[in-house]
Nanobody
Framework: QVYLMESGGGSVEAGGSLRLSCVLS????????VGWFRQAPGKKREGVAAIYTVDGNTNYGGSVKDRFTISRDNVKNTVYLQMNSLKPEDTAMYYC??????????????????WGQGTQVTVSS
């Protein structure tokens, strides 16, 4: 059984930072594409960032490219999303997802096989 567990969400003031973690269980991180997605109430889910765990290749959504950084620790089987300079519009439920065949360029397809339950990020102005 494959499980993804997100953590690190919370409430922060605009301009602050948070680091989200996604731990994969029952499935090795190696050979996977892992992505972060977010969805706010009344809005469609959007891709935030993705990483190919083999070589560290990444891809970012346009709205977060210069503020967020995705990384991975293959030993810990964990993918991180460092979020800096947070804005109120970043408020959303953040989900991590993994797929053994996709690439970071497939971030916008959202056709990832395994999904976590999400962690809430709230940015106040």
């Amino acid at each position: 059984q494959v499980y993804l567990m997100e953590s690190g969400g919370g409430s922060v003031e605009a301009g602050g930072s948070l680091r989200l973690s996604c731990v994969l269980s029952g499935y090795t991180i190696r050979g996977n594409c892992v992505g972060w997605f977010r969805q706010a109430p009344g809005k469609k889910r959007e891709g935030v960032a993705a990483i190919y765990t083999v070589d560290g290749n990444t891809n970012y959504g346009g709205s977060v490219k210069d503020r967020f950084t995705i990384s991975r620790d293959n030993v810990k089987n964990t993918v991180y999303l460092q979020m800096n300079s947070l804005k109120p519009e970043d408020t959303a439920m953040y989900y991590c997802a993994a797929d053994p065949f996709l690439q970071p360029s497939d971030l916008t397809t959202m056709h990832f096989t395994y999904w976590g339950q999400g962690t809430q990020v709230t940015v106040s102005s």
